[in-house]
T-cell receptor, first 112, second 110 residues
Framework: DTEVTQTPKHLVMGMTNKKSLKCEQH?????MYWYKQKAKKPPELMFV???????INESVPSRFSPECPNSSLLNLHLHALQPEDSALYLC???????????FGPGTRLTVL | LAKTTQPISMDSYEGQEVNITCSHN???????ITWYQQFPSQGPRFIIQ???TKVTNEVASLFIPADRKSSTLSLPRVSLSDTAVYYC???????????FGKGTTLSVSS
């Protein structure tokens, strides 16, 4: 299994909603990442987890809250988002921080 | 992390070889060069990675001159399905995560 899966594929939410994005991998990777990608822009790193501990937070607003319950699973909890947060949210994983990253298909988020 | 510069876009025809060059003048001694491909509304896909000279896999070749201040991704005999954005990234594998540049949009026509 060489796949990173993300659910849901699409999500529409209001500014007062609370929702979560889920990412899963079964490759035994110990590093997992969240990226945000706006239309026609490159992906931007948000968070990095290494061995289930938050390693990097790229000054992301607190309305985005990551969680790594175990080595296979990464969540991104969303609360009180703004319309400008609408984007493709990508999850990636790698064997460790020094290894090649493998990306999931992304979740297309629309905030109304 | 070393900043990269790539052409914004390139056009090609099916069956041609495409070479995309990336400049990274400030590359550090420990930095590797990695290329990703991304189709619309999909996650980036790893293509190839190298440190110096030439690396080849079943998809592409990567040429890195001795000074390592640039690199060239070579795609042999492209097809319509190679139309995508190609990102060149430079970084220390022991460091933090990937910083994507603007990428090159490759358009392949028949």
């Amino acid at each position: 299994d060489t796949e990173v899966t993300q659910t849901p594929k699409h999500l529409v939410m209001g500014m007062t909603n609370k929702k979560s994005l889920k990412c899963e991998q079964h490759m035994g990777h110990r590093a997992m990442y969240w990226y945000k990608q706006k239309a026609k822009k490159p992906p931007e790193l948000m968070f990095v987890y290494s061995y289930e501990k938050l390693s990097i937070n790229e000054s992301v607003p607190s309305r985005f809250s990551p969680e790594c319950p175990n080595s296979s699973l990464l969540n991104l909890h969303l609360h009180a988002l703004q319309p400008e947060d609408s984007a493709l949210y990508l999850c990636a994983s790698s064997q460790d921080l020094t290894d090649t990253q493998y990306f999931g298909p992304g979740t297309r988020l629309t905030v109304l | 992390l070393a900043k990269t510069t790539q052409p914004i876009s390139m056009d090609s025809y099916e069956g041609q070889e495409v070479n995309i060059t990336c400049s990274h003048n400030n590359i550090a001694t420990n930095d590797y060069i990695t290329w990703y491909q991304q189709f619309p509304s999909q996650g980036p896909r790893f293509i190839i990675q190298g440190y110096k000279t030439k690396v080849t896999n079943e998809v592409a070749s990567l040429f890195i001159p001795a000074d390592r201040k640039s690199s060239t991704l070579s795609l042999p005999r492209v097809s319509l399905s190679d139309t995508a954005v190609y990102y060149c990234l430079v970084g220390d594998p022991a460091g933090t995560a990937l910083i994507f540049g603007k990428g090159t949009t490759l358009s392949v026509s028949s």
